[in-house]
């Protein structure tokens, strides 16, 4: 079993930063993959960013890429979500979520967060 808490999210103007991140429980956070999603008012829930477990691999959503950039610290349990250069259409709730494979998709993931509101104004 592994419990998530993200934290980090508010309210910010277009163009700025926030860092996201989520507490992992468990002793077994470094053997899992770790996926950040995020959901708008009345759109699908979508893939943002991805990272195995060793940290050596990186995945991102076209949106994102070079914008946003996931991290994890394994002695801290603990996975981040730098997100820069923010625009209003990354307003979402954003959800971390782990996984044995790792993967873009949201039904692979066997455990998630409660989220973390993210609002950007223009």
């Known amino acids: 079993q592994v419990q998530l808490v993200e934290s980090g999210g508010g309210l910010v103007q277009a163009g700025g930063s926030l860092r996201l991140s989520c507490a992992a429980s468990?002793?077994?956070?470094?053997?899992?993959?770790m996926g950040w999603f995020r959901q708008a008012p009345g759109k699908e829930r979508e893939f943002v960013a991805a990272?195995?477990?060793?940290?050596?691999?990186?995945y991102y959503a076209d949106s994102v890429k070079g914008r946003f950039t996931i991290s994890r610290d394994n002695a801290k349990n603990t996975v981040y979500l730098q997100m820069n250069s923010l625009k209003p259409e990354d307003t979402a709730v954003y959800y971390c979520?782990?996984?044995?494979?790792?993967?873009?998709?949201?039904?692979?993931?066997?455990?998630w967060g409660q989220g973390t509101q993210v609002t950007v104004s223009s």
């Open positions: 979520a782990a996984d044995a494979v790792g993967s873009d998709s949201a039904r692979e993931y066997d455990y």
């Open positions: 468990g002793r077994t956070f470094s053997s899992y993959a």
């Open positions: 990272i195995s477990w060793s940290g050596g691999s990186t």
